[in-house]
Structures are given as C-alpha cells and as structure tokens.
C-alpha cells in the first residue's frame, strides 16, 4: 500500500507548481507560533520537487541544521555554505555534527505524502523515523506537504513516527 502511495505521490507532484506552493507553505510556516519561538531548526535541504527550503537558511534569526546520512542514520550538521551531494544527490554540510540533539527546538520534514493524523511517508529507507526516535527530547515536527498530497492515512505502522504540525500551501494542520 505504502509503495502505491508512493508512486502516486511522485506522479502528483510531478503536476504541481512546486515554486508558488512553496511560498505559500513557507509564509504559513513563518506564522506558526512555535517557528517564531524556535531558535535552532533542523531542516531538510530541498530537492527535486520537494518542497522549497533552500532559501529558509539565509534567515540568520534562527540557527539552522542539516541533516546528513551516515550510514543507516542521519546526524545534525550546522548549516553552511559549503554544500556536497550525497549518494542519493541530496546537498549536505561538509562540516562536523553536533554532539547536543537537545538545542533543536524544531525538526521540518520531507514527506512525498502525509495524512491527517501527522504521519508521513518518505522515500522509503527511514532515516527520520529511525533518528526521532534516538531523541531525549520532544522538538516540535513539522511537515511540509502540498495540500493536494495530504490524504486520509498514509497506513502507518509501528516504525513510523507522528509530526506535530503539517503546513501546506492552503492550511496548518495542528496533530
């Protein structure tokens, strides 16, 4: 079922105008009380027709991270300047992790699709369920989606892990 879903998502997306839906989705993120509290975002660098991130980073109100993929998991990196492709062709930091998960206050998440009930489905391999659940603490987790990729379930099962918000071009959706 995951896998339908999957395939579909891609082929939505493919359709949509993946420039003027992002600003719409950055200007809801931007409203959200807990963005403007966060200080320390861990966010994902877009790519494809994922949702538009790359222009969040020269915000320098908030501190921001990158993920990274080290074997099977994913580290925290500062953001900076100096960007490489990994295998996959997603742009990661050059620069060392950081060793406190505990300063990131919220994690924003990619997602080919995502329900009503805050879950999510990736490309499959579960890099971000695997790392949220390596956490000591609770940051906020919000999802970016395409309001026409938010679907009545996704079909979670016990690996997957519930975001908190998910912010679309048309709404805040408060799990």
């Not at 200080?39 to 908030?62: A, H, M, P, R």
């Not at 742009?91 to 919220?106: T, V």
């Not at 790392?131 to 099962?157: A, G, M, W």
């Amino acid at each position: 079922m995951k896998n339908e879903l999957r395939k579909t998502a891609k082929e939505l997306r493919a359709k949509i105008n993946c420039s003027e839906k992002s600003i719409a989705i950055k200007n809801n993120l931007y409203k959200l009380k807990e963005f403007k509290e966060a200080k320390n975002i861990l966010c994902y660098c877009s790519f494809g027709s994922e949702v538009k991130t790359t222009d969040y980073f020269s915000d320098k109100t908030k501190n921001w991270h990158l993920p990274k993929i080290e074997g099977k998991n994913i580290t925290v990196c500062p953001y900076c300047d100096k960007l490489k492709e990994n295998k996959y062709g997603i742009k990661e930091p050059a620069n060392p992790p950081i060793k406190d998960l505990e300063i990131i206050d919220m994690i924003i998440m990619p997602a080919l699709c995502a329900d009503k009930s805050g879950y999510r489905i990736g490309y499959g391999k579960g890099y971000y369920d695997r790392f949220l659940k390596t956490l000591k603490h609770n940051p906020v987790k919000v999802i970016l989606e395409y309001e026409e990729l938010i679907y009545n379930s996704v079909y979670p099962n016990e690996y997957d892990e519930k975001a908190d918000y998910i912010v679309t071009d048309e709404k805040i959706y408060k799990i």
